[in-house]
C-alpha cells in the first residue's frame, strides 16, 4: 500500500456530462500527478500539481481540469465527457525535489462513458 | 518529446525460468528511469528506479535492471520466475529540463507465468 487513495473507485457517465474524482496523496508528499490508462496501455501523464499550482502538462484539452488543496489533495475535473474519455484514472503522488523524487500511484478510478 | 518503448507486449513462460523484458527510451538528456508492475487487480507498484551511479540496479522480489546509456535501454531481469510474477510491467522515463517531471510510459508487457 502507498497510503495514496482514490475516490471514487468506479463511475458510470453518460456523454457530455461532467466528472470529478479525488485522489487523497501520501502523508508527507506535495506533489500530485494524474494520468489517464486506456485499456491495454501504458498511463499517459495528464497533468502534476506542486504546491497548489499547475506544474506541466501533457497533451489533453481544457476540458481536464485539476485542483490541489491546501493539504496537497487533489481533484480532476473533466468536462463534456466523450466516450474516449473511458479509462482508469490513475493519481500518483511524490515529494518534489529536483530530479529524484518518486512518484507512488494510487488503486486508480474506472472511468466508463455511456 | 520522450518516448518509452517495451518490445513485447505478451510473454509466457513457465516457472524458473529467466525473464528479460524489453524496454528503450527516447530522450536526449539526463534520465531518471523506473520499472513499475501491477499485479491483476491491484495499483501500480515500483518495481525499482535509477537515478545515478551503479548502472545495475536491484529492485524488490529478486527483480534487477540495467542502465546501457550508449542503447538508450533499461532492461528488467529476473532469474526465476514466480507464479506470482505474473503481472503487467511498465518501463516509465522521466527526464528533466523542458520534460518536466512527468513519467512516460511505455505500453506494458503482459507477463504469464504457469506453474
Known amino acids: 500500500e502507498t497510503g495514496v487513495t482514490q475516490s471514487p473507485t468506479h463511475l458510470i457517465k453518460t456523454r457530455g456530462q461532467q466528472v470529478t474524482l479525488r485522489c487523497s496523496s501520501q502523508s508527507g508528499h506535495n506533489t500530485v500527478s494524474w494520468y489517464q490508462q486506456a485499456l491495454g496501455q501504458g498511463p499517459q501523464f495528464i497533468f502534476q500539481y506542486y504546491r497548489e499550482e499547475e506544474n506541466g502538462r501533457g497533451n489533453f484539452p481544457p476540458r481536464f481540469s485539476g485542483l490541489q488543496f491546501p493539504n496537497y489533495s487533489s481533484e480532476l475535473n473533466v468536462n463534456a465527457l466523450e466516450l474516449d474519455d473511458s479509462a482508469l484514472y490513475l493519481c500518483?503522488?511524490?515529494?518534489?525535489?529536483?530530479?529524484?523524487?518518486?512518484?507512488?500511484f494510487g488503486p486508480g478510478t474506472r472511468l466508463t462513458v455511456l | 518529446a520522450q518516448s518509452v518503448s517495451q518490445h513485447n507486449h505478451h510473454v509466457i513462460l513457465s516457472e524458473a525460468a529467466s525473464l528479460e523484458l524489453g524496454c528503450n527510451y527516447s530522450?536526449?538528456?539526463?534520465?531518471?528511469l523506473f520499472w513499475y508492475v501491477q499485479y491483476p487487480g491491484q495499483h501500480l507498484q515500483l518495481l525499482l528506479k535509477?537515478?545515478?551511479?551503479?548502472?545495475l540496479v536491484k529492485g524488490i522480489k529478486g527483480f534487477e535492471a540495467e542502465f546501457i546509456k550508449s542503447k538508450f535501454s533499461f532492461n528488467l531481469r529476473k532469474p526465476s520466475v514466480q507464479w506470482s510474477d505474473t503481472a503487467e510491467y511498465f518501463c516509465?522515463?522521466?527526464?528533466?529540463?523542458?520534460?518536466?517531471?512527468?513519467?512516460?510510459f511505455g505500453g506494458g508487457t503482459r507477463v504469464l507465468v504457469k506453474p
Open positions: 530522450y536526449g538528456g539526463t534520465v531518471n
Open positions: 500518483a503522488s511524490s515529494y518534489k525535489r529536483e530530479d529524484t523524487d518518486t512518484q507512488y
Open positions: 535509477y537515478f545515478s551511479g551503479d548502472p
Open positions: 516509465a522515463v522521466r527526464g528533466g529540463g523542458a520534460a518536466g517531471n512527468k513519467l512516460t
